[in-house]
T-cell receptor
Framework: KQEVTQIPAALSVPEGENLVLNCSFT??????LQWFRQDPGKGLTSLLL?????REQTSGRLNASLDKSSGRSTLYIAASQPGDSATYLC?????????FGKGTRLSVIA | ETGVTQTPRHLVMGMTNKKSLKCEQH?????MYWYKQSAKKPLELMFV???????ENNSVPSRFSPECPNSSHLFLHLHTLQPEDSALYLC??????????????FGEGSWLTVV
C-alpha cells in the first residue's frame, strides 16, 4: 500500500529565503507526482505535475524534482514571499487514484 | 476558479438530519471523486466514479451515500452522521481515472460540522 510522507510538517521562514519541501513515497511504481497548494479553508490548487519519466518541472519560482527510484520528490521555492504562505501537499498516482501526504504548512514572515 | 463547484460551502447539521453535498464540474471530465480532509490526517479518498459508475468505495460507512446521475454531477447524501464526521469534504474531477497524465482538479470544498 502506497504511503506518502512529507517533511517538515511545518516551516516558518523570513521573506526572501529559498526553501525546500520534501516528499517521500514507499512504492516507486508511480505514473506521476503532483504538488498542490491549499490555502486555509480552501480547496487544492495544482502547482506542478511530474510524469514518472521526468526529473523535474518548473513554474515561475517553483521547481519540483522527482527521483522515482529512491521514492523522493522536492519542491523548491525561490525568493519566498508572504503570499506563499499555505499548506503544500504532495500526491502520487499509481494505477489507483492519488495518495496524499499530510502536507507541509509554510509560513513566510514579512 | 478550477471548474469544479461545490455547494454548500458550509453546512451544520444535527446527528439525526439528512442533507446532501453537491458537486458540479464544467471541464468535460469523466471521473469524479469525493475526498475527506480531517485535521492532522492526509486526504482520504472516499468514492470514485468513472463514466457515472462507482469504481471505488474506500470502506466508507453507509451513512455516506454517493450519487452520480451524470458525468458532470456528483452528490454525497448524508444521514445520521457522527460528530467525528465533521471535516472538509472535497470533490475533484479528472479526464481519466487510471493511468498517467490525468491532472486532477479540486473544488473549494464543503465544510461540514455535525452537532
Amino acid at each position: 500500500k502506497q504511503e506518502v510522507t512529507q517533511i517538515p510538517a511545518a516551516l516558518s521562514v523570513p521573506e526572501g529565503e529559498n526553501l525546500v519541501l520534501n516528499c517521500s513515497f514507499t512504492d516507486s511504481a508511480i505514473y506521476n507526482l503532483q504538488w498542490f497548494r491549499q490555502d486555509p479553508g480552501k480547496g487544492l490548487t495544482s502547482l506542478l505535475l511530474i510524469q514518472s519519466s521526468q526529473r523535474e518541472q518548473t513554474s515561475g519560482r517553483l521547481n519540483a524534482s522527482l527521483d522515482k527510484s529512491s521514492g523522493r520528490s522536492t519542491l523548491y521555492i525561490a525568493a519566498s514571499q508572504p503570499g506563499d504562505s499555505a499548506t503544500y501537499l504532495c500526491a502520487v498516482k499509481g494505477n489507483t487514484p492519488l495518495v496524499f501526504g499530510k502536507g507541509t504548512r509554510l509560513s513566510v514572515i514579512a | 476558479e478550477t471548474g469544479v463547484t461545490q455547494t454548500p460551502r458550509h453546512l451544520v447539521m444535527g446527528m439525526t438530519n439528512k442533507k446532501s453535498l453537491k458537486c458540479e464540474q464544467h471541464l468535460g471530465h469523466n471521473a469524479m471523486y469525493w475526498y475527506k480532509q480531517s485535521a492532522k490526517k492526509p486526504l482520504e479518498l472516499m468514492f470514485v466514479y468513472n463514466f457515472k459508475e462507482q469504481t471505488e468505495n474506500n470502506s466508507v460507512p453507509s451513512r455516506f451515500s454517493p450519487e452520480c446521475p451524470n458525468s458532470s454531477h456528483l452528490f454525497l447524501h448524508l444521514h445520521t452522521l457522527q460528530p467525528e464526521d465533521s471535516a472538509l469534504y472535497l470533490c475533484a474531477s479528472s479526464q481519466g481515472y487510471r493511468g498517467q497524465g490525468n491532472t486532477i482538479y479540486f473544488g473549494e470544498g464543503s465544510w461540514l460540522t455535525v452537532v
